[in-house]
């Protein structure tokens, strides 16, 4: 699952209790706790708050998260922080390698700027970022642009397939309007549900101003 949660998830419970209900095996978060010398620890927190455990991330990653389940192995881990012009918000992008299963499936996890030009920039380190993980891959996060956009495009081109539809729209949570949330999947996989993570509408408006993106994947 993929989920903005909103300057790290300063609306506070809600956010929890929307991870809870989905239950995913691993978790991919946008603006993650960042604040100075505290981040670590409120990464920490945050995803043992959802019933998960802290894999990697944080302000070193821009504000993306890693989490996984209990029985969800850790390979190895990279993050790093994004070039962006002076006094642009922070961007970044964290990927790991994991163990499902005894199978290996990468993830990453990014959040691209508002400007269209740096958003091709920063998804193009993400493919190259994707193309060092084996196995199955994910790449997810708020794009800041709809399905229509070069972004997406790009990563369609890499090989990672959108199997979301028009029926779940993530922004803003409260009435959504708009797709920009992504959930992209590359490799031997069949994706069984992409989307609608089953939540409650008034905890998914209370928690944050995204809604989450589910996706059930069978490894074959």
Not at 29 to 37: A, G, I, Q, R, S
Request: hydrophobic share 45%; charged share 25%; aromatic share 4%.
């Amino acid at each position: 699952m993929t989920y903005n949660i909103l300057q790290g998830g300063r609306r506070g419970q809600p956010v929890l209790d929307v991870v809870r209900a989905a239950v995913p095996d691993v978790l991919l978060v946008n603006e993650c706790p960042k604040t100075p010398l505290l981040w670590r620890r409120r990464s920490r927190r945050l995803a043992e708050g959802c019933g998960l455990r802290y894999v990697a991330g944080g302000r070193p990653a821009g504000s993306n998260l890693v989490a996984v389940a209990p029985g969800v192995g850790v390979v190895s881990v990279h993050a790093e922080r994004l070039r962006q012009p002076f006094g642009a918000p922070r961007r970044g992008v964290v990927a790991a390698q994991l163990r499902v299963q005894g199978r290996l499936v990468g993830v990453v996890s990014c959040h691209l700027s508002l400007d269209a030009d740096r958003r091709l920039v920063e998804v193009a380190r993400v493919v190259e970022l994707a193309a060092r993980l084996r196995g199955p891959v994910v790449v997810a996060g708020d794009l800041n642009e709809g399905p229509d956009g070069p972004c997406w495009r790009l990563l369609e081109r890499a090989g990672y397939v959108d199997h979301g539809s028009s029926q779940w729209r993530t922004f803003p949570a409260e009435r959504p309007e708009r797709r920009i949330d992504a959930l992209l999947v590359r490799g031997d996989v069949e994706v069984l549900k992409h989307g609608d993570p089953g939540v409650d509408a008034a905890l998914l408006a209370a928690a944050s101003d995204h809604r989450p993106v589910l996706a059930r994947i069978a490894l074959v």
